[in-house]
């Protein structure tokens, strides 16, 4: 990972922004999109600032005022960029390229939105207004996660990928809450590169409460898991791998060429 990506609150706070035409009149859209005060490199109290013609005089000047700044089509320039978004308020998602290619991060965003029911936003205003009745199913932590985890499974109650799942938080909290039983899996590799990775590997990676792996297991696969899933180094599967899902990785010896 190249750069940390971070969602800044901008709402009533001076942005700079310099240039003229088309790109930055993009960057202004956005930037007033966000609720940003859009002033002039003169401002003092901004500590952001977009070059919307990439000038790097600008640049290092706005640099020289400790101000992060982003230059348009200069990523060498760039303390940060600005990624494609997909927009379902509250649901955001940032998709960037670390300025490699804005043509990619525009059509990932573009399947993206094809994909994405317009009625994501709701399903997270759903969830967030009936955090406290959650919180009260389920007052132990982990099974918290786990039920939720599980409900917005793929064919869960409350799938995000369900244009009426917003509708359906009332009957998955009246219900079971689709809470998953404790299990183990066990993923077998023949390769240490996250892309040769299985769909179902990939998803069960992302769900997983802990990880029991062998030494040899590269940090490369056992970074796609959740980050507060716990690891644990073992030489086989564990006899009891405690509540919710666990996985047992390891990663066979490749076979030998043919001759």
Same mark, same amino acid.
């Given at each position: 990972?190249?750069?940390?990506?971070?969602?800044?609150?901008?709402?009533?706070?001076?942005?700079?922004?310099?240039?003229? %035409? &088309?790109?930055?009149? =993009?960057?202004?859209?956005?930037?007033?999109?966000?609720? =940003?005060?859009?002033?002039?490199?003169?401002?003092?109290?901004?500590?952001?600032?977009?070059?919307?013609?990439? !000038?790097? $005089?600008?640049?290092?000047?706005?640099?020289?005022? /400790?101000?992060?700044?982003?230059?348009?089509?200069?990523?060498?320039?760039?303390?940060?960029?600005?990624?494609?978004?997909?927009?379902? $308020?509250?649901?955001?998602?940032?998709?960037?390229?670390?300025?490699?290619?804005?043509?990619? =991060?525009?059509?990932?965003?573009?399947?993206?939105? *094809?994909?994405?029911?317009?009625?994501?936003?709701?399903?997270? &205003?759903?969830?967030?207004?009936?955090?406290?009745?959650?919180?009260?199913? +389920?007052?132990?932590?982990?099974?918290?996660?786990?039920?939720?985890?599980?409900?917005?499974?793929? %064919? %869960?109650?409350?799938?995000?990928?369900?244009?009426?799942?917003?509708?359906?938080?009332?009957? +998955?909290? *009246?219900?079971?809450? !689709?809470?998953?039983?404790?299990?183990?899996? =066990?993923?077998?590799?023949?390769? /240490?590169?996250?892309?040769?990775?299985?769909?179902?590997?990939?998803?069960?990676? %992302?769900? *997983?409460?802990?990880?029991?792996?062998?030494? !040899?297991?590269?940090?490369?696969?056992?970074?796609?898991?959740?980050?507060?899933?716990?690891?644990?180094?073992?030489?086989?599967?564990? !006899? *009891?791998?405690? &509540?919710?899902?666990?996985?047992?990785?390891?990663?066979?010896?490749?076979?030998?060429?043919?001759?």
């Amino acid at each position: 990972m190249q750069s940390l990506p971070v969602f800044l609150t901008l709402t009533g706070r001076p942005v700079i922004l310099t240039g003229e %035409g &088309e790109a930055a009149d =993009a960057k202004r859209r956005l930037l007033e999109r966000a609720g =940003a005060h859009i002033v002039g490199e003169d401002d003092m109290d901004a500590r952001i600032a977009i070059v919307s013609d990439g !000038d790097e $005089a600008t640049v290092l000047r706005l640099r020289a005022r /400790g101000v992060l700044v982003n230059a348009t089509d200069r990523p060498e320039l760039c303390d940060f960029t600005l990624p494609a978004i997909v927009d379902r $308020a509250p649901v955001l998602i940032a998709i960037g390229t670390g300025g490699a290619s804005a043509g990619l =991060a525009k059509a990932l965003r573009q399947r993206l939105e *094809a994909m994405l029911p317009v009625r994501l936003g709701a399903l997270a &205003e759903a969830l967030f207004d009936a955090r406290p009745a959650i919180r009260a199913r +389920w007052a132990d932590a982990g099974a918290r996660r786990r039920a939720i985890d599980a409900g917005l499974a793929p %064919g %869960g109650m409350i799938d995000p990928l369900q244009e009426d799942a917003a509708s359906a938080v009332p009957l +998955w909290l *009246a219900g079971s809450g !689709d809470r998953a039983a404790s299990r183990l899996e =066990a993923i077998r590799m023949t390769s /240490g590169d996250p892309d040769d990775l299985t769909l179902r590997a990939a998803r069960l990676l %992302g769900e *997983a409460d802990r990880l029991y792996h062998s030494a !040899d297991v590269p940090a490369a696969i056992l970074d796609r898991a959740r980050a507060d899933a716990v690891r644990i180094v073992a030489d086989g599967p564990p !006899d *009891a791998p405690g &509540e919710g899902l666990s996985l047992w990785l390891s990663l066979d010896a490749l076979p030998p060429p043919r001759a």
